[in-house]
């Protein structure tokens, strides 16, 4: 049901996410497109930077990157432990929506921003009317 009500929220021309197991923790992110571009914003708290890598694999865009906790072991005193550490992947299959010459990110205080160029024909074109 959750993924029925995703897709029904997501527009057809958006670089649709590969849910996949392979992680311990899920990042929050959010997507937006505007006329020109995908851009696409995960919180990750607690992620250093060289800890991260986006790469395109194929027609994929690929987020991985690890939360590490600083505990030296197990038992150091926890009662209860909430925070969520240890590996994460995302993926968003780009198709033919993206330019892959046009993708930059930046990392500031714990959020990554991926912006993604849309490919000439994924824009969308107004048509004159002639009379």
Do not use: C
């Amino acid at each position: 049901m959750f993924l029925t009500r995703y897709n029904e929220r997501v527009p057809q021309n958006f670089p649709w996410e590969q849910f996949t197991t392979e992680r311990s923790w899920i990042p929050a992110i959010d997507i937006q497109a505007d006329s020109g571009n995908f851009i696409i914003t995960a919180e990750l708290p607690g992620v250093d930077q060289q800890d991260l890598e986006i790469s395109i694999e194929g027609d994929s865009l690929l987020i991985k990157g690890e939360k590490k906790l600083n505990r030296t072991e197990a038992n150091d005193g926890f009662l209860m432990t909430e925070r969520h550490a240890g590996a994460f992947q995302r993926s968003f299959h780009l198709g033919d929506k993206v330019d892959r010459e046009e993708i930059s990110a930046s990392f500031k205080d714990g959020v990554l921003v991926i912006t993604l160029k849309k490919n000439e024909t994924s824009r969308k074109k107004l048509v004159e009317i002639k009379g």
